[in-house]
């Protein structure tokens, strides 16, 4: 599914994390050396819940509904306006409110000119466990968890499906704003429910730093009582005027903090171990567990990583291990209970050819994992085709599940090119496949012909390229053959491209099946450029080298602007840089830019510099 690009007014930033209580009285030091105060003046702040969904951003104007948007990078998001509107809990029209301005001079009444209004889309456990029991009787893929379902859902093609999920929100910040004024986030939280924005009851206004704590420790058991999941608690300096004063660094505000509970953690039985073939050849271990709960979903799977993992934890099948969801998401086993050994475990040993088309493994030197090397070993290509048919890659929605092996057991399809050679009479032939499905199937493919290049570059399944890797190579080309013929030096040079990566994409291209099976692809799929189009001329000609840490912009955020206006961002200096912006620490680069007499610019100057709206 694509939905509209939607900017931002302002950044939907990330928070940075706590673990432990450390590290949460560090940075309480951090925001007192900044507003350079004593360490023992107490500074006040709002202690909330973390809800684990989705973000969001409500954009109000005069207090109507405008427009919703998720987060997406930040920056840019996707309008999800008329699933948003299905929520019982968003109103469609602001009620009106009073305040007064932070100076007392003059008081407000109504509501804003504008407002960004951000929260969190959440699912309740009730209608998670409804949602996934329908789609078990319909024999529809479930969801792993509540945040997926709520994402999932959130992301419909049809809003009236959305309607059915029933969808919950909580309100808890502010992007842009005019004609309006907040003294502090309490006042914010305090204003927001007279509008009819919901927000969470479970909120603390903490004296200091110590208060903070307790409501974390209070939490720790009460959060199993709450009919929702959160992976924390967030903290924020109360204080407007200070979380201005303290500003932002990179992609996070510094009067801000993420406190994250530790993985609920469980014990159960490892019954048996397998492997899995995956779509880069990779042998993955897993155990096979007696199934438990944790953290609110069933568990009987944990991946084991490698043979070397395996050793390390000296993990055996029989074994009582206590397992996690890492994240509150990946199941992964942590240790093994050794006193519950009763002599009748076994050892695991690694198979030394793949189980699905029993080639030898190879196991490249310098690397834990081994490798089935056969590039028609029948796993690989369904776990390729899988790939390249799912939501992030080419989205093909009508060939999940088990429709892509129903066509590959057919013998119709062997690599992606196939997928746009079907027709309808080859397809009306099959079991249980109608001329509606067939049309769905065929229609799902025919979108996705113009899919954006990232999308591309993510379903090729290259090794070490994930979808923001591939998101970052496509704003770097301006097409995908320039991509293709691009050079492990000229990728290494790309900003979050690594040379690990640069290797992996140009041995990828270099394999003759692999060129001859993107060539083939590209008879069929003309990738759309997206954001690597440019949307003005303002850098035309001029290439900008960005270094230390950034304030006003992330890196990827000013890399993305001066694309889109025409230029070229590169990761290092060289007699054809133009400008160097220089934020906190900037380091090697600025030495030579004064050795090639490059000009050093601020990052407030390259603020001046972009074209005004």
Not at 76 to 102: D, F, H, M, Q, W
Not at 362 to 370: F, L, S
Request: charged share 25%.
């Amino acid at each position: 599914t694509t939905f509209d690009p939607v900017e931002h007014r302002v950044p939907m930033l990330s928070l940075d994390n706590a673990f432990g209580e450390a590290e949460l009285l560090d940075w309480d030091q951090k925001i007192k050396r900044r507003l350079e105060i004593s360490p023992d003046d107490p500074i006040e702040y709002m202690a909330e819940l973390k809800i684990d969904g989705l973000s969001i951003s409500l954009t109000y104007e005069n207090g109507s509904l405008m427009q919703a948007a998720t987060r997406g990078n930040g920056v840019t998001g996707e309008n999800v306006t008329p699933n948003i509107r299905t929520i019982k809990a968003v109103p469609l029209k602001l009620r009106t409110a009073k305040a007064k301005s932070t100076s007392n001079l003059f008081e407000f009444n109504g509501v804003p000119d504008l407002i960004e209004v951000r929260g969190e889309v959440y699912l309740r456990h009730d209608e998670f466990a409804r949602i996934n029991a329908e789609n078990e009787e319909a024999g529809a893929p479930t969801f792993a968890n509540p945040r997926n379902a709520a994402a999932g859902s959130l992301r419909q093609k049809d809003p009236t499906k959305t309607a059915k999920r029933n969808l919950d929100v909580f309100f808890y910040a502010v992007g842009a704003l005019q004609g309006w004024d907040f003294q502090s986030q309490g006042d914010m939280l305090k204003t927001y429910p007279e509008w009819g924005l919901r927000t969470n009851p479970a909120l603390k206004v903490c004296h200091d730093i110590r208060g903070v704590l307790e409501f974390t420790e209070e939490w720790v058991e009460k959060k199993r009582t709450l009919p929702y999941d959160i992976d924390g608690v967030v903290v924020k300096v109360n204080s407007m005027a200070l979380q201005q004063q303290l500003g932002f660094v990179s992609r996070s505000p510094r009067w801000a903090i993420a406190y994250k509970y530790p993985a609920q953690q469980v014990r159960t039985v490892v019954e048996d171990i397998f492997v899995q073939v995956g779509m880069t050849g990779a042998i993955t271990p897993v155990a096979a567990l007696r199934p438990v709960a944790v953290a609110g979903v069933m568990v009987s799977r944990a991946t084991l990583h490698n043979e070397d993992e395996i050793a390390r934890k000296d993990i055996r099948i029989g074994d009582t291990v206590v397992i996690q969801r890492a994240g509150e998401v990946i199941p992964e086993v942590v240790e093994v209970v050794i006193a519950e050994r009763t002599g009748q475990e076994t050892a695991f040993t690694m198979p030394t050819n793949c189980p699905s088309c029993d080639t030898q493994l190879v196991k490249p030197e310098g690397e834990a994992v081994r490798r089935c090397a056969n590039d028609h070993c029948p796993e690989k290509v369904r776990q390729r085709l899988q790939h390249f048919v799912s939501r992030n890659a080419m989205d093909i929605e009508a060939l999940g599940g088990k429709r892509i092996d129903q066509l590959i057991d057919a013998g119709l399809v062997k690599n992606a090119a196939d997928l746009y050679r079907l027709t309808k009479d080859v397809l009306t032939n099959l079991d249980r496949m109608g001329e509606k499905l067939a049309g769905n199937i065929l229609g799902a493919v025919e979108a996705s012909r113009t899919r954006p290049m990232k999308n591309f570059i993510y379903a090729l399944a290259i090794r070490h390229v994930g979808e923001h890797t591939a998101d970052v190579l496509a704003g770097a080309f301006p097409d995908i053959h320039h991509l293709i013929q691009a050079t492990t030096d000229e990728l290494a040079a790309i900003h979050e491209i690594g040379t690990t990566t640069a290797e992996s994409v140009v041995q990828f291209f270099q394999s003759p099946q692999n060129l001859e099976m993107v060539e083939d692809l590209l008879t069929s799929v003309t990738p759309a450029s997206g954001d690597s189009v440019p949307k003005g001329d303002a850098f035309a000609g001029m290439t900008f080298v960005f270094t230390g840490a950034m304030t006003i912009y992330s890196r990827d955020e000013a890399e993305f602007i001066v694309r889109q206006q025409g230029g070229k961002a590169s990761g290092s200096v060289s007699k054809n840089t133009s400008f160097v912006v220089a934020g906190e620490k900037a380091g090697s680069k600025l030495a030579k830019a004064a050795e090639l007499g490059v000009k050093v610019i601020s990052e407030e100057e390259f603020r001046e510099m972009l074209p005004t709206v």
